[in-house]
């Protein structure tokens, strides 16, 4: 009866051991938007994307809005704070211009952050989601 209970506990540690995931780092990672307000992105261009990348150590956040690059500051306080300050961007026309404004007015209205597994979500004043992201694994061009 010992052996079948230790058995049982040993599989149930390793099953949950398996189908724990990590959380990704706020920093460092390329972070792709796969919606704003609650709405699917989707780019016109085939090449274009929305992305940021922060940095630690400097605190700086570059990306892509669509086809303009970008860049700016970020500032993390306590717990889930994060907010950005001095961005800056390429001025290119684009067919997706819209979708670059929302994306600058949803940055600018960041004040939380959330990350869950693979996903980052900014939050606004009202803990409302403003936007959603996905850690990408492939390398940025730069």
Known sequence: MKRMLFFYVMVGLLLSCNSRKENASLV?????????DGRTIKLQEATSEVYMILEDGTNSVNGKAGCNRFFGSYTRGDSARLTFSGMGATRMACPDMDIEVQFFKTLDSTKNFLIEGDKLSLKGDKDNVLA?????EKQVDK
């Open 132 to 136: 959603v992201f996905k850690k990408e």
């Open 28 to 36: 460092g990672n390329k972070w792709v938007l796969e919606s704003i």
